[in-house]
C-alpha cells in the first residue's frame, strides 16, 4: 500500500513514517498542508492519504473535497484529533473514505487501513453508529437564505458562465484556463454550499436569488 501523509506537525509526520514503514507499508510522500498533499497525490498517485484537518493554506476537508473530485482512485481517510461530529459528517460528504482518531490503538490503526486497501470504510464501531444516526435522522426543513460569502470569487465566476449558458465542463475550462477536473471541483462546491442537487438548480436559484445578473439580449 502506497501512502501519502498530510499533516502540519513535523514531529506526528516522522512518527507516523516510522510506524507505517515498521508494518511494510511504502510512505511514498509527506505534506505539511492541504494544498501540498493535493499537489503530492498528482505527482506519486498514493492508494491511501492519511489526511489531518487543520492545516494551513488549505485544510484537510477542502483537500479532501478537491482530491475526490480530481483523484477519484485515491482514498482519503481522515487522520485527527478532533472528535467533533460535525467535522465527521462534513469529512464523509466531502468524500473521505473513513475517519480515525490520533488516540487510537496501533493494532485497530492497521486493521482499518487494510480494509480501506480491499475498499472499506475506516470507521470505528462508535464512528459508524454516529454516521447511521446522523443519516437516519429525517432533516429539517430550512428557511432558505443565501449567503452572499458563501461563494469564492473563481465559483461565482463559474456560476455567472452557467446562468449565461455554458454549462458543460469542457466549455467552462476553456472560458476559464482551467483543467476540466478544477471546473468539477468548483461545481461540486457551489451545489454543495447552496445545498442544491443539480446544474439546473443553481441556476434556477441563482437567478431567484440574483445571486448573478440575469444575460442580456446582447449576450
Known sequence: MRILIADDHALFRDSLRSLLEAHDLDVVA?????????????DTKPDVVLMDLTMPEMNGLE??????????????VILTASDDDTHLFDAIKAGAKGYLLKDLESGQFFSLLEGVDRGEPALTPAVARKLLDEFARPK??????YDPDALTDRERQVLELMVQGTTSNRKLA????????????????????LHLHNRAQVVAYALRKRIVEPPTDDE
Not at 30 to 42: H, N, Q, S, Y
Not at 63 to 76: F, G, R
Open 30 to 42: 509527506e505534506a505539511k498542508d492541504g494544498k501540498e498533499a493535493v499537489e503530492m497525490a498528482w
Open 63 to 76: 483537500a479532501t473535497k478537491q482530491l475526490a473530485a480530481e483523484l477519484p482512485d485515491v482514498k482519503v
Open 140 to 145: 429539517r426543513q430550512v428557511k432558505e437564505q
Open 174 to 193: 476553456k472560458l476559464l484556463g482551467v483543467s476540466e477536473n478544477t471546473i468539477k471541483f468548483h461545481v461540486r462546491n457551489i451545489l454543495d454550499k
